[in-house]
């Protein structure tokens, strides 16, 4: 789950139904011939869809076709783009680096990019090739649509904040509109395809399209899940997998969505001691007051927006700014502005309608969400009273409630089955990917995993986070592959 933003021709030469931890799914088999497929590397400059990506002078970038449906290999054929940050010492070169960024509905042409212009460390670098691409649905791939309007994109990924029953029946209509429009858009062929398994099975065919035997991994938030389904289809070809920032082993499901509410309990202390030992902002001189003043201005705003920002986009917006600890001084100005009814001193991030269509495909698709509007009241009910201050929103209903029941194949099944490759790293105090659903995978992987986690706030550990117990077991995982040997919890580093 990336940041909620206010928010290839390759044949496989059998197609087989493998069963995958008691769960019959579609797969490559993993003893597969497959031959490399020639890559023609070009620059990335007219492809790029942000500055980042342009003046990334060594990226190089490409497509691949892969089948839209993998039971029809021969079929119609849909693109992939990806993109390559090359080792610069090949003698030093393990292989290559897949990496996603998170979402689903997020880009991740320009990923190997931005964490080369992180801290991803050079030791790194120069062991990998270090592989993007945009999903199946999402940006310069062959992209989907549910023909949303401004006004649909402006309300966001989470439903309105409900009060009562009555609310969540009343935005049933809206949600029930919207899953219509994505099943009649000009894309709905693709609706029953784009699924975590089968961007998995995408990216196996990156991987034999390279002419590797095995792929490394890097995938954060939402890619974590797209990382555990990867390496469950293909546990041979699974070399060193990192997840960080995780969701539960049922990926974006109903669950997942509710979840999201205990993350922001999880981590508004962090935020709660900062403006308390900061009066200026106004916002309160202890915990508790500042508590107090998230509820004041909620309520507030539902009845008198400021610059269109009402009390679901407020407790959205709060979210979000909640994600990294640069985002919490960000989150104090916000707030003291909408105290005193003035704009934001900050315009909120914009995003696309491709991103919440393929978000919905991947989303609704994967997994099967309640299908009664009685089921979201009862939900509501319960979240409201256990997290108030986002409960009652993201338990709320949305499309996927009214989502087409056709369905190509059962979720995957994530489990113990493979080789013990997988390192988990993960923090504390997690608002998007809260470390109760981390605990989940970690426990359906059993023996194949090891967890790190750190006693710190946000969303996101490698490379980005300060804590150098948890960078350093990372980067030596994937330059050496020692791993800890058992699970491991970093302290906090205050001062970082």
């Keep these: 789950m990336r940041r909620r933003n206010l928010s290839l021709v390759l044949a496989a030469s059998v197609v087989a139904a493998t069963s995958i931890a008691g769960v019959s799914v579609l797969a490559t088999p993993d003893t597969a011939a497959a031959t490399p497929e020639t890559v023609r590397w070009g620059p990335c400059s007219e492809k790029a869809d942000s500055p980042l990506e342009a003046d990334a002078p060594r990226l190089e970038c490409s497509t691949l076709e892969v089948p839209l449906d993998y039971r ?42 931005v ?39 402006r309300r966001g990924n989470f439903p309105p904040y409900a009060h009562t029953a009555a609310d969540v029946a009343r935005e049933a209509k809206n949600a029930r509109t919207i899953a219509e429009q994505c099943a009649t858009s000009k894309t709905a062929d ?116 400021v610059q269109d920002i009402d009390g679901t986009m407020f407790r959205g917006m709060t979210f979000d700014l909640l994600y990294s600890d640069a985002g919490i001084p960000k989150l104090a100005e916000a707030w003291q502005a909408l105290d005193k ?5 900050f315009n909120p991030p914009t995003i696309t309608e491709n991103f919440m269509a393929s978000r919905l495909y991947v989303a609704c698709g994967d997994s099967r969400w309640p299908g009664t509007v009685r089921e979201y009241q009862r939900n509501v009910a319960v979240d409201r009273l256990k997290y108030p201050m986002l409960g009652a929103s993201t338990a709320g209903i949305g499309p996927c409630a009214f989502w087409p029941d056709e369905r190509v194949e059962k979720p995957v099944r994530i489990g113990d089955r493979g080789p013990s490759n997988v390192l988990m790293v993960q923090n504390e105090r997690d608002p998007g990917t809260p470390l109760a659903g981390a605990r989940k995978l970690r426990q359906a992987f059993g023996k194949r995993a090891t967890m790190v986690t750190a006693d710190q706030g946000g969303h996101g550990v490698y490379p980005f986070g300060p804590n150098t117990c948890a960078y350093d077991t990372v980067t030596a995982f994937l330059t050496s592959g020692q791993r800890p040997a058992q699970d491991l919890a970093c302290a906090a580093e205050p001062g970082k």
């Design 72 to 113: 029809n290999p021969d079929g119609r054929q849909i693109e992939i783009a990806i993109s390559r940050l090359a080792s610069k010492k090949p003698s030093q070169r393990r292989g290559v680096l897949l990496t996603d960024p998170g979402g689903p509905g997020g880009t991740g042409l320009g990923y190997p990019a």
């Design 341 to 345: 009814g003035k704009p934001l001193p």
């Design 190 to 305: 693709m609706l029953p395809h784009t699924t975590t398994a089968n961007t998995a099975r995408d990216m196996d065919r990156i991987r034999a399209a390279l002419g590797e035997p095995k792929v490394s991994y890097l995938g954060h938030s939402y890619g974590t899940y797209l990382g555990a389904v990867y390496t469950t289809l293909f546990p041979g070809r699974s070399d060193r997998i990192v997840l960080d920032s995780n969701m539960g082993p049922g990926g974006y499901d109903v669950t997942a969505a509710r979840l999201f509410a205990r993350g922001m309990e999880d981590r508004f202390p962090d935020f709660a001691a900062f403006a308390a030992a900061h009066p200026e902002y106004g916002l309160g001189t202890t915990p508790e007051q500042v508590t107090a003043t998230f509820f004041d201005l909620a309520k507030r705003l539902e009845t008198t927006p």
């Design 115 to 153: 964490l080369a212009a992180s801290k991803l460390p050079q030791e790194v670098l120069d062991s990998y090739d270090v592989i993007g691409f945009d999903p199946r649905g999402v940006g310069r791939s062959t992209p989907v649509t549910c023909d949303l309007t401004p006004e649909q994109m």
